[in-house]
């Protein structure tokens, strides 16, 4: 079982220590669950999401979630925890997702200021209209204000890099 808890010291690797990468089976949700407390409250559904973490000595410490809406998967959650961000885990945990995903056409609402890092992963902005009207729903109370949300509807197309 993973656990959420946290290392000693300030989240830097250690020596020896590398980073493992992998899909989450459903029983280890609830780990996910805890680590994006934090964040927006985000949890994991077994039923329509798959989850990609990092894990450095059993503690995760980033995530991205793959959401299955009717008409679309959308990309969201991805999350990396303060004291173990800028070593690259939200880009080890992207790539998972994209690779594993590459089947499928794949939606976002991307943070703004993280628009950039994600076209690196091959997504382009779109006009909201575009996403899947599953993908959509979840910022209707944005009223097309996506700039006031400082969001950024984009898309992927199915395929490898």
Do not use: K
């Not at 590459?102 to 939606?107: M, P, R, S």
Request: proline share 7%.
């Amino acid at each position: 079982m993973i656990t959420a808890a946290v290392l000693p010291g300030s989240g830097a690797r250690p020596i020896g220590v590398r980073p493992e990468v992998r899909e989450l089976l459903s029983a280890e949700f609830p780990a996910a669950d805890e680590v994006w407390r934090e964040y927006h409250g985000t949890t994991g559904d077994p039923a329509r999401d798959r989850i990609f973490a990092v894990l450095l000595a059993g503690r995760i410490v980033s995530l991205a979630r793959c959401r299955r809406h009717p008409d679309g998967l959308e990309v969201d959650g991805v999350f990396t925890p303060e004291d173990c961000r800028g070593r690259g885990y939200a880009r080890m945990a992207m790539n998972a997702l994209v690779v594993a995903c590459h089947n499928d056409d794949l939606y976002m609402y991307a943070v703004e200021s993280l628009a950039g890092f994600y076209a690196e992963f091959g997504f382009v902005s779109i006009p909201e209209r575009d996403l899947p009207p599953g993908v959509r729903e979840r910022y209707t109370w944005a009223a097309g204000n996506m700039e006031g949300a400082e969001v950024r509807p984009m898309f992927r197309r199915a395929g490898l890099f």
